[in-house]
């Protein structure tokens, strides 16, 4: 089993930056692929970014060029830089993690899953 553990949601300001954190934790011998996805009220899960053996996916168009994934070997944690924040943008997110990586675009068929943390842009 593996265990996913967010931090780093908050409220802020348009245009404002925060950096999400996700530890693994238990078997993570078995992780090879991390991820994050988001879900706004009313709205489907999308994925926002994975990371799998270095290779970098960035599903949703709109946060190109404004968020960026990377992770921390020593630590089993993956990290999610967000930056130019804008109220479209709030959402709970999610880490996930699996050996391979599933669905990128909705995040159906991954094995784990954080309990997500809440981040909020006012205007």
């Known amino acids: 089993q593996v265990q996913l553990v967010e931090s780093g949601g908050a409220s802020v300001q348009a245009g404002g930056s925060l950096r999400l954190a996700c530890a693994a934790s238990?078997?993570?011998?078995?992780?090879?692929?991390m991820g994050w996805f988001r879900q706004s009220q009313g709205k489907e899960r999308e994925g926002v970014a994975t990371i799998y053996y270095g290779t970098i996916t960035y599903p949703a168009d709109s946060v190109k060029d404004r968020f960026a994934i990377s992770h921390d070997n020593a630590k089993n944690t993956v990290y999610l830089q967000m930056n130019v924040l804008k109220p479209e943008d709030t959402a709970m997110y999610y880490c996930?993690?699996?050996?391979?990586?599933?669905?990128?675009?909705?995040?159906?068929?991954?094995?784990?899953w954080g309990q997500g943390t809440q981040v909020t842009v006012s205007s």
């Open positions: 238990g078997y993570t011998d078995s992780i090879n692929c």
């Open positions: 996930a993690a699996d050996s391979v990586c599933p669905t990128i675009a909705t995040g159906v068929g991954w094995k784990y």
